[in-house]
């Protein structure tokens, strides 16, 4: 089908999760295909875009948010969380305790973000630096998705780019699911 003729979706996708876990750098891997190990902090909103061909009759803008340097409050204002449809949480794989306050974002996601048709946010949650050895995934994470309506979970890697596409992937497919 001619561009011309394809239906185009925007989705505002949020990325949420404690300092340093990989959220700007998972952006950029998803966003520009690149990785960089220097650290570089900006601060305020910020967001990048993806444009997918869904299928032949669809083509999604993804709108991915970076909440660069507001973590240290571990919420955000509700500005940034209007018109969103999904989330993704990442935590640290080398950082236990990045995977405890995936509950704390959890929780502020669910207060603040309501669907029009009254459903629950879609989001995903990533185990962020997959590539480090001897990382170890928390055990509860299966309980924890299970008790929360959270369908998915993926180990990633933004620096060997590991499951970034497939998890946002299945972000989209929720997301569609939620507009039937
Ligand atoms: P943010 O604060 O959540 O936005 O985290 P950044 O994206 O700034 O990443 C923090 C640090 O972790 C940086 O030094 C990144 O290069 C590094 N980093 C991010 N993702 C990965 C990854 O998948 N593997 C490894 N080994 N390092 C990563
Ligand atoms: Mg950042």
Redo the contacts with the bound molecule.
């Keep these: 089908m001619s561009d011309l003729f394809k239906k185009e979706l925007l989705f505002k996708i949020l990325?949420v999760?404690?300092?340093?876990?990989?959220?700007?750098?998972?952006?950029?891997?998803y966003a520009e295909g690149t990785?960089?190990?220097?650290?570089?902090?900006t601060i305020g909103a910020d967001f990048a875009l993806k444009q997918l061909d869904w299928d032949s009759e669809t083509r999604i803008n993804i709108q991915l948010w970076?909440?660069?340097?507001h973590?240290r409050f571990g919420y955000l204002t509700s500005v940034y969380y209007r018109y969103a449809v999904a989330a993704a949480i990442?935590f640290?794989l080398?950082r236990p305790d990045t995977f405890f306050a995936v509950a704390k974002w959890l929780a502020d996601l669910r207060d603040k973000v309501s669907l029009p048709v009254g459903r629950p946010l879609p989001v995903i949650i990533l185990a962020?630096?997959?590539?480090?050895a001897a990382n170890k995934v928390p055990p509860q994470i299966e309980e924890f998705c299970k008790k929360n309506h959270i369908t998915s979970w993926y180990v990633?890697?933004?620096?060997?780019n590991?499951n970034i596409d497939e998890a946002m992937n299945r972000v989209v497919v929720e997301v569609l699911e939620n507009q039937r």
């Design positions: 990325v999760g404690d300092f340093g876990v990989g959220k700007t750098s998972i952006i950029k891997r990785f960089s190990p220097k650290y570089k902090m970076d909440i660069a340097g973590e990442v640290d080398t962020n630096k997959g590539d480090v990633t890697s933004a620096k060997e590991r």
